[in-house]
């Protein structure tokens, strides 16, 4: 038996099978030229995928196509795009969810939570999740970012919950914590229940095991609990983990590197470590090729 993974990076969009001894099997491209590839879903028989068109600077790969794109793969062939449409008014698209029929997006704009209906990619509400974060949280937006005061970029889904997960720049990593009643109801009128602070800094990727909070602690290269805890991820040596899928048994974590060298950031080396669920112990980690540092990782199939 084997497991399967998408995985998104700076340069591509992949898919890396692990064999029954988690080591690599194969890596195959699935798509590339589209400049930053990002937030991956399914949804029955389609898996959507963020493909910006913009390069590391937020500069157009191709100054003719559109930016800030999704684009939709048949499940499982994941041949050729059946589709592809532009989120408008997006910036910096971040992950995406399939929940309710609907996918949700994670905009560096506001209003950053978007929801859209999956067929044309049509806006059916927003929610401007600045405004819930409370006063002692708030601070002016960086000069070189100014529509992207907290920089939110990760969200899950448990039950009546929704939390999405704030970057937050040097500021320290939060998540905001939403009452979810059901798509109509939670956009007419989004409900904050807390803020979990303390999660870590430029953290991305956000989990709810039941009990506490997962995030990937991208700055400290760790995985962090809201519980306060810290636990090694496994890889041969420091870099920025970015992208979490989670198993029966495992936890899938991606890695790129810490470097101000755009071409090695663009081409380094993208790695996966292997946590147990249950203890969060590192297991083994694997290198999956040249292809840049990891944006988002999708669980397809488990040994």
Sequence with gaps: MSTTLLLTTFTRWLRVTLDGALRLANVETLHEGLGIYFGLTRAGDEVFVVARNLDLNQRPVHPHLPTNNVLVFPWPELDHPLRSWTVPGASDLH?????????????????????????????????????????????????EHPDDRFHFNSLHFSGDRLWVLAHNWDYGSFAVEMSYPGPDAFLQKPQLRTIHPGLGRQSHDIWFDGRRLLVLDSAHGCLRTSEGSTHPLGFPSPGYPRGLAVGRRWLFVAQGVVSDD???????????????????KPCTAVEVGPFGNTCELLLVSEA
């Design 95 to 143: 992950q995406i969810r399939a929940h309710d029929d609907l996918l949700w997006i994670v905009s560096g704009r506001r209003p950053e939570l978007l929801a859209l209906e999956p067929q044309m990619g049509s806006v059916v509400g927003t929610v401007a999740l600045a405004d819930l974060v409370p006063a002692r949280w708030q601070h002016p937006p960086p000069p």
């Design 262 to 280: 755009r071409e090695e950031r663009q081409h380094g080396p993208s790695w996966l470590a292997i946590l147990d669920r249950s203890t969060l």
